[in-house]
C-alpha cells in the first residue's frame, strides 16, 4: 500500500502536520510505504484558466504542481491535510485543488479521460474555532476533488479548538484518531 500525504498547512510542524504525520507514522508501522509533500515547500501557480488547454486531462503549466501528480499516479491511498483558513481551506490547497480543472474537464466534458484504478482518500482538517460549518465547507471541497481523482472519500478527522503551534499535541482524541486513519488505510480496513 502506497500512502501519500499532502499537507495544506503553510506552518511547518504545525497542528496539521503534526496530526497527518501521526497518521503516516501508524501507517507506516503497518507495512506501508509512505511519502508527505508539503504544499508550500513547492512552487506552483494557481490555476490561470488557459485558452490553449490540453483535452487529455494534462495541465499545460509546468511547475512543481506536476511533481505532485506523478506521486499522486503512483499512490493507492491519499490523505489530505488542511487548516481551517477563513471558513475553508488554506490557499495553498485550494490552489493545488483548482490545478485539476484540466482533469475535470477531459473526464466530464470532453470524455477524454478514464482512470485505470480507483484510490481511498481521507481528509484531515484543524480549525481554532468550533465551527461545523466551516469544516463542512472544507469537506465539500475535498469530495469534489476526490470524484476528481478517482479516489473514494473514506474517512475524515475533524479537529477542533486548536489554535498555538503544536496545541494539537495535548488533543488525545485528535492523535488517537489520526492514528487510526493511517492504520486503517494501511491495512485497506474501512477508515
Ligand atoms: C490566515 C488564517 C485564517 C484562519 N481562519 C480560521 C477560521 O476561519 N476559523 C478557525 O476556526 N480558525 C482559523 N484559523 C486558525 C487555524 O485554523 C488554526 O490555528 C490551525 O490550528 C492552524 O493549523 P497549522 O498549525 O497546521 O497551520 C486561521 C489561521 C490563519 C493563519
Not at 500525504?5 to 503553510?10: D, E, H, L, Q, R
Not at 503544536?166 to 488533543?171: D, E, Q
Amino acid at each position: 500500500m502506497k500512502i501519500l500525504a499532502i499537507s495544506g498547512s503553510p506552518r511547518r510542524d504545525g497542528n496539521t502536520e503534526i496530526l497527518l504525520d501521526k497518521a503516516l507514522d501508524a501507517a507506516k508501522n503497518k507495512g506501508a510505504n509512505i511519502k508527505k509533500i508539503v504544499l508550500s515547500e513547492l512552487k506552483f501557480s494557481p490555476c490561470l484558466e488557459c485558452e490553449n488547454i490540453r483535452k487529455d486531462g494534462i495541465c499545460i503549466i509546468k511547475d512543481d504542481w506536476q511533481k505532485i501528480v506523478s506521486e499522486i499516479k503512483k499512490a493507492d491511498g491519499l490523505i489530505l491535510a488542511s487548516p481551517i483558513f477563513f471558513g475553508s481551506v488554506s490557499a495553498q490547497t485550494k490552489m493545488f485543488i483548482d490545478r485539476f480543472q484540466c482533469l475535470w474537464l477531459a473526464k466530464n466534458i470532453f470524455r477524454t479521460y478514464k482512470a485505470k484504478q480507483r484510490k481511498i482518500g481521507a481528509f484531515i482538517c484543524i480549525e481554532a474555532s468550533d465551527r461545523k460549518d466551516f469544516f463542512e465547507n472544507a469537506k465539500a471541497i475535498v469530495k469534489n476533488f476526490f470524484v476528481t481523482i478517482d479516489t473514494d472519500y473514506k474517512g475524515e478527522l475533524f479537529c477542533c479548538g486548536v489554535d498555538k503551534k503544536g496545541a494539537v499535541k495535548k488533543k488525545s482524541n485528535c492523535l488517537k484518531k489520526a492514528s487510526e486513519i493511517g492504520k486503517r488505510m494501511a491495512t485497506s480496513e474501512t477508515i
